[in-house]
């Protein structure tokens, strides 16, 4: 049984195109995250939402809006992809205030 | 604002030597501190975790870490690592709830035979 799903696990895409990654958590956590790694390996929370309603949205650019339609999904939707948004998106999870965060297998994604 | 640092990008260990990964971190409060581990390809694993109590944790495939607050580090260690440690290691901080967790840059770690 997979703990945090993510799909696709691959997205190849040309600049412009608008694009999803879903992630699917089945831990009955209440807390979900979306993280960026860039191409040196560096970590950076995107968003946070807890309960389906968003808590941390760090500096993003508004093409990335997460939709979470329920609390075991959160979904992160890119519009207008840019050369610049090629990384590695990691979806986590987390229940509590001890915020232990198990995260998805990533989503490459390469912008052409 | 919270930060980490790991201050060796890349370590180099023989296979049964011991291991120590530094980590100091900057925050204001009780910080709840993490280290993860990610192989190549892949998702990031929890090693271990503190929040409180004992300033030594155990955790997974026989790592262990100290917290000192007057030092404001979270070491790593390991008494003897198998080449299968190999990996990027990353300490991270968050202040609990729904906070996001804030990484280091991570140090890689090579084993040699």
């Known amino acids: 049984d997979t703990a945090v799903s993510q799909t696709p696990k691959y997205l190849v895409t040309q600049m412009g195109n608008d694009k999803s990654i879903k992630c699917e958590q089945n831990?009955?956590?209440?807390?979900m995250y979306w993280y960026k790694q860039d191409s040196k390996k560096f970590l950076k929370i995107m968003f946070s939402y807890n309960n389906k309603e968003l808590i941390i949205n760090e500096t993003v650019p508004n093409r990335f809006s997460p939709k979470s339609p329920d609390k075991a999904h959160l979904n992160l939707h890119i519009n207008s992809l840019e050369l610049g948004d090629s990384a590695v998106y990691f979806c986590?999870?987390?229940?509590?205030?001890?915020?232990?965060?198990?995260f998805g297998p990533g989503t490459r994604l390469t912008v052409t | 604002a919270q930060s980490v640092t790991q201050p060796d990008i890349h370590i180099t260990v023989s296979e049964g030597a011991s291991l120590e990964l530094r980590c100091n971190y900057s925050y204001g409060a009780t910080p709840y501190l993490f280290w993860y581990v990610q192989s190549p390809g892949q998702g990031l694993q929890l090693l271990l975790k503190y929040f409180s109590g004992d300033t030594l944790v155990q955790g997974i495939k026989g790592f262990e870490a100290e917290f000192k607050r007057s030092q404001s580090s979270f070491n790593l260690r390991k008494p003897s690592v198998h080449w299968s440690d190999a990996a990027e290691y990353f300490c991270?901080?968050?202040?609990?709830?729904?906070?996001?967790?804030?990484f280091g840059k991570g140090t890689h770690l090579i084993i040699q035979p």
């Open positions: 991270a901080v968050s202040g609990g709830g729904a906070d996001g967790l804030t």
């Open positions: 986590a999870s987390s229940r509590g205030q001890e915020n232990e965060q198990y």
């Open positions: 831990l009955g956590h209440d807390t």
